[in-house]
């Protein structure tokens, strides 16, 4: 079974917006399809605890994670979109590793900015955060690695802080004092777009109460 519709497909042809609920196997893509859902959004950490009941962050080889990710989209109808962390440890990793994922049937795939992530078992920095420039050019590696396939890149950081009450206390181990602000994630933001990414994401705004932090990301980062 391979995707009825890409991304592109199902968010240019609604005035809405595009519900992809978190799922991390076979059964729970099927569920989601049963009650309607047209996209889903694999999740690293529940991905890595459905397959290890472990810990949820760092467990994984990218290995497993795409063998994961290619039963999965291949199990449904639906458009996926997989949670790859930073992609790799370097732009040619991050190149090679989302090549795969494209061409495994995975209709998105998100580039984050935690450098906490490990991927393979290698430590991306021992900064919080990468850098806005090796993120950049782990963006730009996926942009390139998808040319061709109906694979949506989607430039996502983290770095804001705040949001739900849970994160606010600190994001998978991050200290709140090494959030980097609105300002910040809204630059990553433009920058993102700037090396070719489809779509943006920043992560923890609280729809319900962060309402002037949405309009400046609205009027600021294009798309």
Not at 157 to 177: L, M, R, S, V
Request: net charge negative.
């Amino acid at each position: 079974m391979s995707a009825k519709k890409s991304f592109f497909q199902l968010i240019n042809e609604r005035n809405e917006a595009l519900w992809a609920p978190c799922i991390y196997d076979c059964i729970s893509a099927r569920v989601a399809e049963a009650i309607g859902f047209e996209a889903a959004t694999i999740s690293s950490s529940e991905q890595t605890c459905s397959l290890t009941g472990g810990i949820p962050r760092g467990l994984l080889s990218f290995d497993e994670m795409l063998y994961s990710a290619e039963r999965i989209a291949s199990s449904t109808g639906m458009a996926i979109l997989a949670d790859t962390e930073a992609g790799g440890s370097n732009p040619m990793e991050v190149y090679r590793n989302i090549k795969r994922f494209a061409e495994a049937g995975l209709m998105a795939v998100s580039i984050e900015d935690t450098a906490e992530c490990r991927v393979g078992n290698v430590r991306v920095s021992e900064q919080a955060f990468l850098s806005a420039e090796q993120w950049a050019m782990h963006v730009q590696a996926a942009v390139e690695a998808v040319k061709g396939t109906d694979c949506m890149v989607i430039a996502r950081t983290n770095c804001k802080g705040g949001g739900a009450k849970k994160f606010k206390e600190g994001y998978f181990g991050i200290k709140p004092d090494q959030m980097l602000g609105l300002e910040e994630a809204i630059r990553r933001a433009q920058l993102g777009i700037e090396v070719g990414a489809h779509m943006t994401m920043i992560q923890n705004i609280n729809a319900g109460s962060e309402r002037e932090a949405w309009k400046k990301v609205a009027e600021r980062v294009p798309g």
